[in-house]
Nanobody, 121 residues
Framework: QVHLVESGGGLVHTGGSLRLSCAAS????????MGWYRQAPGEERELVAL???????NYADSVKGRFTISRDNAKNTVYLQMNSLKPEDTAIYYC???????????????WGAGTMVTVSS
């Protein structure tokens, strides 16, 4: 009932930038934490960045200073600005959102299908 639509993935050279977007739609009463995760070949899925409804953010050490997470609550959308990209950033990036389907209603924990980011040398 709650869906996440991701966009912005693609192929860039080392040092380039990409901006990922994730828009939530469906039966949404409120959005709480939203985040970006990634999974590289042969690796486990890891948290890249998290942002709370209050605007507090956390980042993986590997992306601090290069990535910025933000959100537009009016659009139910979370963004990930990725600068100074490195080949080791190559992965499938997944959006995650937690919230309630109605005010004071059932909670949800929804994942996007993933968008591929490839950084070439």
């Amino acid at each position: 009932q709650v869906h996440l639509v991701e966009s912005g993935g693609g192929l860039v050279h080392t040092g380039g930038s990409l901006r990922l977007s994730c828009a939530a739609s469906g039966s949404i009463g409120s959005l709480n934490n939203m985040g970006w995760y990634r999974q590289a070949p042969g690796e486990e899925r890891e948290l890249v960045a998290l942002i709370t409804s209050g605007g507090n953010s956390n980042y993986a050490d590997s992306v601090k200073g290069r990535f910025t997470i933000s959100r537009d609550n009016a659009k139910n959308t979370v963004y990930l600005q990725m600068n100074s990209l490195k080949p080791e950033d190559t992965a499938i990036y997944y959006c995650n959102a937690k919230g309630t389907t109605r005010w004071y209603g059932p909670s949800f924990d929804t994942w996007g299908a993933g968008t591929m980011v490839t950084v070439s040398s």
